[in-house]
């Protein structure tokens, strides 16, 4: 892999771990289409590096928010900020249980080529097309008190429980969360918010394992891709990804959701005709 390849991977992983296109899904096209084929340890550590790329774009753009979800949840503070975190790693239960016990089964029994992924976006297009039309009954929150947040304890887990199904290739993290969160009533204007921060926790431990098996595998993977081009993937994903998060939160205020699901549809298509 060359500079420019890993410039192009950054760029794709930066804009599609925010908009709901499904990153793994793309990154998969653009190996096929730039002829990347890089050994599992290899493959692993980039993959890693660029996702710890993104995780941190998250924290920076939302930042101020950030801070304060730490400072309330770790002084041990009884607020809605305290609750929020809460309501975050209740959230993460189900992806730690696929990742920790089920994703070596799942990616052995669906594979990871582009008919696969096809087929997932084409499921995220459904979904995403589906949030959008559907309407839910108004006064979702007429007899209940307006926390803060608005994301009550049992969205949570049911969001969680789409993000844990999102391991499929294909399948939009932040476009599953999302859309299950509008159809269940979660208002807009948080939706964006829970759905970034819920990945942070499911990344850096996914990270840290692979961190692991890279140690254990080769020490020597950096040298075999280039620590420039892994320097340039990183950057190019953290940047990117700065821009898309910002744009994915106005994007979801404003209900523009329903192109996303034609774009999905139609690289569904052109994946599993490929």
Not at 104 to 111: A, N, R, T
Not at 119 to 142: E, K
């Amino acid at each position: 892999m060359d500079t420019l390849d890993a410039i192009i991977m950054g760029l794709v992983q930066g804009l599609a771990e925010y908009l709901p296109i499904s990153s793994s899904g793309h990154l998969e096209i653009c190996r096929e289409i730039l002829g990347i084929n890089l050994p599992g340890d290899e493959a692993l550590e980039f993959s890693m590096m660029l996702h710890v790329a993104t995780v941190l774009s998250t924290i920076v753009v939302l930042w101020h928010e950030f801070r304060a979800l730490c400072t309330s949840f770790f002084t041990f503070r009884r607020d809605a900020n305290t609750i929020y975190v809460w309501k975050i790693l209740l959230s993460c239960i189900p992806v730690a249980i696929v990742g920790l016990f089920f994703k070596d089964q799942v990616e052995q029994f669906f594979g990871s080529g582009l008919f696969t992924v096809g087929i997932c976006l084409m499921v995220t297009a459904a979904l995403l097309a589906f949030a959008h039309f559907y309407r839910r009954p108004s006064g979702r929150y007429a007899d209940s008190h307006k926390s803060e947040h608005d994301i009550r304890w049992s969205d949570a887990l049911i969001i969680g429980c789409a993000q844990a199904v999102a391991v499929l290739p294909g399948l939009s993290r932040s476009g599953s969360t999302i859309a299950t969160g509008l159809i269940l009533g979660d208002r807009r204007d948080r939706l964006a918010q829970f759905s970034f921060f819920m990945v942070i926790i499911p990344i850096l431990g996914e990270a840290l394992l692979d961190a692991k098996d890279i140690i254990q595998g080769s020490a020597a993977a950096s040298q075999s891709i280039g620590l420039t081009a892994i320097i340039a993937g990183f950057l190019t994903s953290f940047v990117v990804g700065c821009l898309a998060c910002r744009w994915m939160i106005s994007l979801v205020k404003r209900g523009g959701l329903v192109w996303f699901a034609i774009y999905c549809a139609i690289m569904g298509i052109v994946c599993i005709i490929w």
